[in-house]
């Protein structure tokens, strides 16, 4: 089993449309949680970082439950602009600091 | 600022060569990584160096061999590279939890 499972996509939305991510994890000692978004041929770039009580950045929520080991994302409204690969990323501490990056979910927004 | 930077962006090798791939980062990070990206897989760390002189194993070192003998510089060396590193080569360098990208090195090996 994968230590962070992404569904692969792709996600095929049309402009305007909710779109939600969901993303699992294996290690409960897992303490840090990300959304990167890496477009196509481009290098990963931080989206936003995921908290317990949960937190929003514009038409971007990002949700974690610890007890299900799952992070999720959500975008309303979405843009073309929107399309990308969205990489969920976990931080454990085992020994020293551990991340390990999911193998990203494709997502394409249609006019 | 330039961020991370890498060279070169493409090149293509033939079995048993070898080559450098250079990572510079202006943003005085200590903690520097090379990654590799293969479809349907994530970025997986072959090798990471927490400060100067300092370098550690990742997942997947086998095949590579890194140094870091400035700072700002990551160095990621092929020996005798083979067909199964193929593959896109991303540098990073983090502060807090952050991690900043190079734009890639995309590399065939033939």
Same mark, same amino acid.
């Given at each position: 089993?994968?230590?962070?499972?992404? &569904?692969?996509?792709?996600? #095929? *939305?049309?402009?305007? !449309?909710?779109?939600?991510? #969901?993303?699992? @994890?294996? =290690?409960? !000692? $897992?303490?840090?949680?990300?959304?990167?978004?890496?477009?196509?041929?481009?290098?990963?770039?931080? %989206?936003? +970082?995921? @908290?317990? $009580?949960?937190?929003?950045?514009?038409?971007?929520? !990002?949700? %974690? =439950?610890?007890? $299900?080991? @799952?992070? $999720?994302?959500?975008?309303?409204?979405?843009?073309? +602009? &929107?399309? !990308?690969? @969205?990489?969920? *990323? *976990?931080?454990?501490?085992?020994?020293?600091?551990?991340?390990?990056?999911g193998a990203g979910t494709r997502l394409f927004v249609k006019a | 600022n330039a961020g991370v930077t890498q060279t070169p962006k493409f090149r293509v090798l033939k079995t048993g060569q070898s080559m450098t791939l250079l990572c510079a980062q202006d943003m005085n990070h200590e903690y520097m990584y090379w990654y590799r990206q293969d479809p349907g897989m994530g970025l997986r760390l072959i090798h990471y160096s927490v400060g100067e002189g300092t370098t550690a194993k990742g997942e997947v070192p086998d095949g590579y061999n890194v140094s870091r003998l400035k700072k700002q510089n990551f160095l990621l060396g092929l020996e005798s590279a083979a067909p199964s590193q193929t593959s896109v080569y991303f540098c990073a360098s983090t502060e807090d939890n952050e991690q900043f990208f190079g734009p890639g090195t995309r590399l065939t090996v033939l």
């Open positions: 089993r994968k230590e962070v499972e992404q &569904d692969p996509g792709p996600f #095929n *939305v049309p402009e305007g !449309a909710t779109v939600a991510f #969901n993303c699992t @994890y294996s =290690n409960s !000692a $897992s303490q840090s949680f990300f959304w990167y978004r890496q477009d196509c041929r481009k290098e990963p770039k931080l %989206l936003m +970082s995921v @908290y317990s $009580s949960g937190n929003e950045d514009g038409r971007f929520t !990002a949700q %974690l =439950n610890r007890a $299900s080991q @799952y992070i $999720s994302l959500l975008i309303r409204d979405s843009k073309l +602009s &929107d399309s !990308a690969t @969205y990489l969920c *990323v *976990v931080k454990t501490r085992t020994g020293g600091f551990k991340t390990i990056f | -």
